[in-house]
């Protein structure tokens, strides 16, 4: 087929925007349609009950200013630190505008990962009830992609996708196995992004950004539950192998995002802070410094961070967190944080460990604790 010189041009031009990642799984044909599996099949009618539109649901006129209002000063994490407190007003104001842009575009590229594997889950799920679910994921990732995209258009900056995250979105992506790819999107992935959408939108002032994170909050929340109600089925009949495997996949997605020694989210960070002249040896001394200051105080089993705090006691109720993995979350979570947060040894951690919130919904939007 020869095509048209516009055409060939506008191809060019997508090759470059494009980045291909090499897949392959097996999919499956569900011919008993009958099967209904309780809980599946609950989430899918939620989930047809719940559609929205995002086009005319969000009041996209909403004037929003990307350096003030978005986040309260108050609780920017690095208030304190000296070589923050040595910049002018105008400095925290680009720099507090370059960490949204920067959580806000993380929040876009996951959602495009999670589109993928939805799309993926679809055809390797063996129930047609999953296959259901994953459909209506399929369209609720889509307009998540959507919404978020025409949002951070009003802070004229997109991030690129920070190496921790790409490293989880490609594992995922890559297996072929789709109980892994349900417990790296569904459990590991959407538990860091329904923690996250619960700490910004209970704490922005913006009215755009509450309202866009508590409709895509909801569907995250459904979206978490179809990955536990599936896997802890399934667990069980899994052999012993198979079960560590599953449990060594969550613990290396999981050990990604807060590792020191890999590329985590302080690693793009850095970019930004030298971009306003705050020092990045400087700062990460600082903050490594003060750190056993900044957790002295916090009460045990208290959710803390996205991993402690919710992925790992989403593991527990899948029935995968044996104490052999559990004793490798406790090494590096203990080495990143001390053992005031990870606890003295195993038992300690697994005892301070908090529940999975029994409604997560209403967790997420902040009704219960």
């Not at 920017?76 to 105008?90: I, Q, S, V």
Request: glycine share 8%; hydrophobic share 40%.
């Amino acid at each position: 087929m020869v095509l048209p010189g516009t055409a060939v041009n506008q191809l060019e031009h997508l090759d470059e925007e494009l980045e291909t990642l090499r897949t392959s799984f097996d999919t499956s044909y569900a011919w008993r349609y009958g099967n209904v599996k309780e809980g599946l099949r609950d989430l899918y009618e939620k989930a047809k009950r719940e559609q929205w539109n995002g086009t005319t649901q969000l009041k996209w006129d909403t004037d929003v200013d990307p350096e003030h209002g978005i986040l309260p000063e108050q609780l920017n994490p690095l208030n304190g630190f000296a070589p923050y407190e040595r910049l002018t007003a105008k400095e925290k104001d680009h720099l507090r505008h370059g960490q949204i842009s920067l959580q806000l575009s993380q929040f876009l590229h996951g959602e495009q990962g999670a589109l993928i594997v939805a799309s993926q889950l679809v055809g390797a799920v063996p129930w047609i009830d999953a296959k259901y679910y994953a459909g209506t994921q399929t369209m609720d990732e889509a307009r998540h992609v959507e919404v978020f995209a025409r949002y951070i258009e009003k802070l004229d900056e997109i991030r690129p996708i920070a190496p921790s995250l790409k490293g989880i979105l490609d594992t995922t992506l890559e297996t072929g196995d789709w109980m892994k790819k349900l417990v790296g999107m569904q459990i590991v992935v959407e538990g860091l992004a329904l923690y996250a959408f619960r700490e910004m939108r209970n704490t922005t002032e913006e009215p755009l950004l509450k309202e866009l994170l508590t409709y895509v909050a909801r569907d995250e929340s459904r979206h978490h539950a179809y990955g536990v109600q599936y896997i802890e089925r399934c667990v069980p009949c899994l052999s012993d192998a198979a079960r560590g495997e599953l449990e060594d996949f969550a613990l290396e997605c999981a050990r990604t995002l807060i590792d020191r020694n890999s590329q985590g989210f302080f690693t793009t960070l850095l970019q930004i802070w030298q971009e306003v002249g705050v020092d990045p040896v400087a700062m990460l001394t600082s903050l490594d410094k003060e750190r056993h200051e900044l957790v002295r105080e916090v009460p045990r089993g208290k959710r803390l961070g996205p991993v402690q705090g919710f992925v790992i006691p989403t593991l527990r109720r899948c029935g995968l967190l044996s104490e052999r993995v559990a004793s490798h979350f406790h090494g590096f979570l203990r080495e990143n944080f001390g053992s005031r947060v990870a606890g003295e040894n195993v038992d300690e951690f697994l005892r301070i460990l908090p529940d999975l919130p029994a409604d997560t919904a209403r967790w997420v939007m902040g009704e219960i604790q």
